[in-house]
């Protein structure tokens, strides 16, 4: 497994998560953006820059994945393509992207860009919390769990 991120829109706090995540499991960690990042110095961690433009970085890790590997997101879209290639999603906010959830996600993101693209000022998501870093660090933490178990049975 390696953990792929969408670092475009990426929290600080969910990247500094992740950098001790990749540390203590061993496992890669890819952030891909397409503007320059500061990472730790990590054998484990890896940065891919990407051309500027819409979905760039989308593009990237959706043809750099493999079945198994776990993307970190939160364009719906991506998460989408990512779960029918065989991979895991969460979301920056821990929510665990799945088969049975994610056609919901994607008519709730559809109906909510039909909305905005009428004119309706829908405002964004409220600012990441405490709450929302410890979802995601549970979820990850459960994730990356369940793989190194199965990795050791082998």
């Not at 997101?73 to 906010?93: C, F, H, N, Q, W």
């Not at 998501?125 to 933490?141: E, G, H, W």
Request: aromatic fraction near 6%; charge should be neutral; charged fraction near 25%.
């Amino acid at each position: 497994m390696k953990i792929w991120v969408d670092a475009d829109a990426c929290p600080k706090e969910i990247k500094e998560i992740l950098y001790r995540a990749a540390d203590r499991t061993g496992l890669g960690l890819t952030l891909v953006a397409n503007h320059q990042l500061r990472i730790p110095k990590s054998p484990n961690i890896c940065f891919i820059l990407v051309k500027s433009g819409f979905d760039v970085a989308d593009a990237e890790i959706a043809t750099q994945i493999n079945t198994g590997d776990l993307v970190i997101t939160s364009d719906i879209p991506l998460a989408a393509k990512v779960i029918e290639m065989g991979a895991y999603a969460i979301s920056t906010r821990g929510e665990h992207y799945s088969v049975d959830n994610i056609r919901a996600r994607l008519s709730v993101r559809d109906f909510m860009d039909n909305l905005r693209a009428s004119g309706v000022n829908t405002g964004g998501p409220s600012a990441l919390n405490q709450r929302d870093c410890q979802s995601f660090a549970n979820n990850l933490d459960k994730i990356l769990t369940k793989h190194l178990r199965m990795q050791d049975s082998s």
